[in-house]
C-alpha cells in the first residue's frame, strides 16, 4: 500500500495564479483532511470530508476550496494565490467510527507564492 | 476546547529513557489525550493515545495522572531517529484535532 500520496511535492506560484493540489490514499478511508504548517507552528485544519461528496470548513478555510468526488481522492484548490498561503500543506485521511481517528498523513506539499 | 501546554524543546542522550510532559488542566471527560510526532520533512505520525489508563505501544507509553489533568509520553530508550516534534493533543469524539506547536526533541549522540 502507498498510503497517502501528494501531488505535487514542491511548487512556486506567482501572485493570483491557481492550482490544485491533490491527495490521494489507498486504505479505504472515509474520512480526509488538509492542513497546513507555516514555520514553527503546529498545523492547521483548512477543510475536511467526511465521506464522498462531503466537505466542510475547519479551521482556516478562507481562499481554499476543496472537492471530494471520488473517495480516494481530495482535491485542496487555491484559486487566486497569495504570498500568505506560502506554506508547507500536508493531506490525511483516517477511518470513520475509530473511537480514537488515527490519522494517516501524507509527505506534505511545500508551495511559495511570490 | 480544551488546550494542552507543552515545553518548547527537550534534549536527551541516545539510548536513555525520555519523559516528554504535557499539561491539560482543562480536559473535559470525554477528551482522549493523543501523541503524534513529526520527524524532520515528513507529515505527522501517531504515536500512542489513551483516556484514563495508562497505555503503552510498541513506540511509547503514556502516563496519565489520577486528575486527568497532565500526562507523559516516555520513550524508553532514545535513539537518533526519535529525534522529532512531538504533539500532545486532546480530541473528544467527533471533534478535529488541534495541533499546537508541540515540543521539539532533540536526541544527543
Known amino acids: 500500500n502507498a498510503g497517502v500520496t501528494q501531488t505535487p511535492k514542491f511548487r512556486v506560484l506567482k501572485t493570483g495564479q491557481s492550482m490544485t493540489l491533490l491527495c490521494a490514499q489507498d486504505m479505504n478511508h472515509e474520512y480526509m483532511y488538509w492542513y497546513r504548517q507555516d514555520p514553527g507552528m503546529g498545523l492547521r485544519l483548512i477543510h475536511y470530508s467526511v465521506g464522498e461528496g462531503t466537505t466542510a470548513k475547519g479551521e482556516v478555510p478562507d481562499g481554499y476550496n476543496v472537492s471530494r468526488l471520488k473517495k480516494q481522492n481530495f482535491l485542496l484548490g487555491l484559486e487566486s494565490a497569495a504570498p500568505s498561503q506560502t506554506s508547507v500543506y500536508f493531506c490525511?485521511?483516517?477511518?470513520?467510527?475509530?473511537?480514537?481517528?488515527?490519522?494517516?498523513f501524507g509527505p506534505g506539499t511545500r508551495l511559495t507564492v511570490l | 476546547d480544551a488546550k494542552t501546554t507543552q515545553p518548547n524543546s527537550m534534549e536527551s542522550n541516545e539510548e536513555e529513557p525520555v519523559h516528554l510532559p504535557c499539561n491539560h488542566s482543562?480536559?473535559?471527560?470525554?477528551?482522549?489525550i493523543h501523541w503524534y510526532r513529526q520527524l524532520p520533512s515528513q507529515g505527522p505520525e501517531y504515536v500512542i493515545h489513551?483516556?484514563?489508563s495508562n497505555v503503552n505501544n510498541r513506540m511509547a507509553s503514556l502516563a496519565i495522572a489520577e486528575d486527568r489533568k497532565s500526562s507523559t509520553l516516555i520513550l524508553h530508550r532514545a535513539t537518533l531517529r526519535d529525534a522529532a516534534v512531538y504533539y500532545c493533543i486532546l480530541r473528544d469524539h467527533g471533534k478535529n484535532f488541534v495541533f499546537g506547536p508541540g515540543t521539539r526533541l532533540s536526541v544527543l549522540p
Open positions: 490525511a485521511s483516517s477511518f470513520r467510527g475509530v473511537p480514537y481517528n488515527e490519522q494517516f
Open positions: 489513551g483516556l484514563t
Open positions: 482543562t480536559i473535559s471527560g470525554t477528551d482522549y
